[in-house]
């Protein structure tokens, strides 16, 4: 993203995540009078270590100086976790410290990954790039989610096509939780790769199509690897429980497996196994 870009994405992320931190918490009294949601500028500051004023041109984009010390002390104060706190010193400190080289073909899926798709049969997996470009999926993926090869592939997106296929919206019971857990990785990615203005493009076309995305993109949370139980309620299956467990691919270009584990104690795998059972001697294949 460019200077200007990396500002505005630090301001918007500093005061999301001053919103979310309840001034009980850090053992402020709350009065009658506080509109604020979460702590005030002035009390982020103190918590800090530093001026009012310094923080608040921080929280606002301005282009001041900006040393580590400092930024440490403000990722306490807003109590950041580890992947947070990347997130704030990838986009205060302008250190792009990922930046991979541009290339208009799909990175490779390498044998032994492809194996390892194939061994998670009754785990729906999508493998996708920095870019949450859809690489690779096993057969479990394509019966869940959608027939991806049937999806051209300048559209294997999955941001974009958690907001504009209607299957995945009817899919999740929760679906913003479901896509929020895409977004916080995404949101990861950007600000690794704060150099890559593929991002600012995108997000902007995100936010001009689809007019539900700048509210989930701005609450957002940052996580490289989300752990969560997810319910899906399958239009052939039924009532299915997954745990998203996100991994990288060390050595691969960036590439991530999201892996869906059905839930121990329930019967999603064996709903699974008879979907699939059904595609292989109905010849029944997943809807578009």
């Known amino acids: 993203m460019n200077h200007q870009a ?5 301001s918007a992320f500093l005061k999301a995540q001053r919103a ?10 709350v009065g009658t009078r506080r509109r604020t949601p979460g702590l005030r ?15 608040t041109w921080l929280e606002q984009g ?3 100086q900006v040393s580590a010390s400092v930024l440490e002390n403000v990722a306490a104060a807003l109590q950041l976790n580890p992947d947070e706190r990347r997130y704030l010193f990838s986009l205060a400190l302008d250190k792009g410290h990922g930046v991979a080289p541009i290339t208009e073909e799909l990175p490779h899926i390498s ?5 390892i798709l194939e061994q998670l049969k009754y785990c729906p997996t999508i493998v996708s790039d920095r870019h949450c470009h859809i690489v690779g999926w096993n057969e479990a993926a394509r019966h869940v989610f959608l027939d991806f090869e049937q999806i051209p592939e300048s559209q294997r997106n999955m941001i974009s096509l958690l907001f504009a296929r209607k299957e995945f919206r009817r899919l999740a019971v929760n679906w913003d939780d479901f896509a929020g857990d895409f977004l916080s990785i995404f949101r990861a990615y950007y600000g690794q790769y704060v150099e890559d203005e593929w991002y600012e493009q995108f997000l902007g076309e995100m936010m001009e199509v689809y007019p539900d995305f700048r509210s989930l993109w701005e609450h ?7 752990q969560v139980v997810l319910e899906f309620r399958h239009a052939r299956g039924g009532k299915m429980l997954f745990e998203l467990t996100s991994l990288l691919v060390h050595g691969s270009g960036d590439l991530r497996c999201s892996i869906y584990t059905p839930v121990q104690d329930s019967a999603t795998e064996v ?12 010849g029944e294949l997943p809807k578009e």
């Not at 990396?6 to 630090?10: T, V």
């Not at 957002?220 to 989300?226: E, M, Q």
């Not at 709903?271 to 109905?282: D, H, V």
């Open 271 to 282: 709903k699974l196994m008879a979907l699939m059972e059904r595609s292989r001697t109905q």
């Open 220 to 226: 957002s949370k940052v996580s490289s690897a989300p």
């Open 62 to 64: 301005r282009d001041i």
């Open 111 to 115: 044998p032994s990954l492809a194996k």
């Open 41 to 55: 500028r002035e009390e982020v500051a103190q918590l800090a270590g530093v001026s009012t004023t310094w923080y």
């Open 20 to 29: 979310k931190i309840l001034p009980q918490s850090v053992g402020l009294t």
């Open 6 to 10: 990396r500002l505005l994405a630090l």
